[in-house]
């Protein structure tokens, strides 16, 4: 399955409401864990997919910025979300006060998450915090139901994996989540700082 098949498009109305709703509840409960309005900084969404989360950031921030490794994910997001505050790059300079991974670490191998979580914390200004959005579970699953997921983490392998990666954890908010097949889980909003 291909990157396109995976990415939630919110326009393209493909998608059951209760899936795009959890989506943007968990751009808003990342932001909201922030725990204050940007004003004068830099926000960046890694691995932001079709943009509708960065978007969404702008209303918290001074400037957003979007990236994907996904140069039509990329594009996409470009043609339908940039606009003042926002804009999409397929690379990343500089450093950010807020950076942002919502559903991200549960799609990659877990081999891969800490390179990817010494890399977010790379682009996290000294004093910054990294706000990571994932489901938590009791034990780690390394074989998820869930196909477009690779592996799904429980709070202390989490927390080890980000503290090899130079994160310390600030707070963890915890909240109940009930999918389209009925199941239920802890989805997690994990603050960071380097």
Request: hydrophobic share 40%; charged share 20%.
């Given at each position: 399955?291909?990157?396109?098949e995976?990415?939630?498009?919110?326009?393209?109305?493909?998608?059951?409401?209760?899936?795009?709703?959890?989506?943007?509840?968990r751009?808003?409960?990342?932001?909201?864990?922030?725990?204050?309005?940007?004003?004068g900084?830099?926000?960046?969404?890694?691995a932001?997919?079709?943009g509708y989360g960065t978007?969404?950031?702008?209303?918290?921030?001074?400037?957003?910025?979007?990236?994907?490794?996904?140069?039509?994910?990329?594009?996409?997001?470009?043609?339908?979300?940039?606009?003042?505050?926002?804009?999409?790059?397929?690379?990343?300079?500089?450093?950010?006060d807020?950076?942002?991974?919502?559903?991200?670490?549960e799609?990659?191998p877990?081999?891969?998450?800490?390179?990817?979580?010494?890399?977010?914390?790379?682009?996290?200004?000294?004093g910054?915090?990294?706000?990571?959005s994932?489901?938590?579970?009791?034990?780690?699953n390394p074989?998820?139901?869930?196909?477009?997921?690779?592996?799904e983490?429980?709070l202390?392998e989490?927390?080890?994996?980000?503290?090899?990666?130079?994160l310390?954890?600030?707070e963890?908010?915890?909240?109940?989540?009930?999918?389209?097949d009925g199941?239920?889980a802890?989805?997690?909003?994990?603050?960071?700082?380097?």
């Amino acid at each position: 399955m291909g990157q396109a098949e995976l990415r939630l498009y919110p326009r393209n109305l493909d998608k059951p409401a209760d899936v795009v709703f959890r989506h943007v509840d968990r751009y808003l409960r990342a932001a909201r864990a922030v725990g204050r309005i940007g004003a004068g900084e830099r926000w960046l969404d890694a691995a932001c997919g079709a943009g509708y989360g960065t978007q969404l950031l702008a209303h918290f921030a001074e400037s957003v910025f979007g990236y994907d490794i996904d140069p039509e994910a990329v594009e996409y997001a470009r043609r339908t979300y940039q606009g003042p505050g926002v804009a999409f790059v397929s690379a990343v300079s500089g450093v950010f006060d807020v950076v942002f991974a919502v559903e991200v670490v549960e799609h990659m191998p877990r081999d891969q998450a800490e390179g990817y979580l010494r890399q977010l914390a790379g682009w996290t200004r000294p004093g910054g915090l990294l706000l990571i959005s994932t489901p938590i579970l009791e034990v780690s699953n390394p074989h998820p139901a869930n196909p477009h997921h690779c592996y799904e983490y429980c709070l202390p392998e989490l927390a080890s994996l980000c503290e090899s990666a130079g994160l310390r954890m600030l707070e963890v908010q915890l909240y109940p989540v009930t999918f389209t097949d009925g199941t239920s889980a802890q989805q997690g909003i994990l603050k960071l700082g380097r």
